[in-house]
């Protein structure tokens, strides 16, 4: 199919198609747009252009709306079989953390805040290593990772341990 036709059928069709694959997937653009793609490659462009398109892009919304529930359901069975970030233990003298809100907690931050703790007490990076990887400085990922760690223990309600000198 030439160019122009295609360019004909993209400004005449694309806006019903996109508001027709809406109705049955998440990602109605890119079904859109892989329908354009295949019918540009079409040897014998079909004899009802419209009527194929609208064909094309119901069975690719149907694929994509598909492949989403899957993805949806493995996801919710890796985390729900995923170990818990954090880990119920008793520290003698300190109140226990429940690991389920501290969880929650550390999710609630902002994204910044949750990506420099992350990558530090999980990841192992250091100040500089996570400089490099978010774009900042590492005295700056070093005052994110402060604030986080000051806002999870806000709202956990759990004091900031002191170190002693030794005697």
Not at 91 to 110: N, R, W
Not at 112 to 127: C, K, M, Q, S
């Amino acid at each position: 199919m030439d160019p122009d036709a295609i360019g004909r059928l993209l400004d005449r069709h694309a806006a019903a198609l996109t508001l027709f694959a809406r109705q049955i997937c998440d990602a109605p653009e890119d079904v859109v747009q892989e329908a354009f793609l295949r019918i540009s490659l079409l040897d014998v462009p079909p004899d009802d252009p419209a009527g194929w398109l609208f064909r094309v892009v119901r069975n690719l919304a149907l694929d994509a709306s598909i492949a989403a529930g899957r993805r949806r359901r493995h996801e919710s069975r890796a985390a729900a079989a995923s170990p818990n970030w954090f880990e119920s233990q008793s520290v003698p003298g300190a109140d226990a953390i429940d690991p389920g809100e501290a969880e929650a907690v550390l999710q609630s931050l902002p994204r910044e805040l949750r990506e420099v703790i992350v990558a530090h007490l999980w990841g192992g990076l250091t100040f500089e290593q996570i400089a490099r990887a978010s774009g900042t400085s590492s005295s700056t990922a070093h005052r994110l990772y402060a604030r986080g760690l000051e806002s999870l223990r806000e709202r956990l309600g759990v004091p900031c341990p002191t170190r002693r000198k030794p005697s």
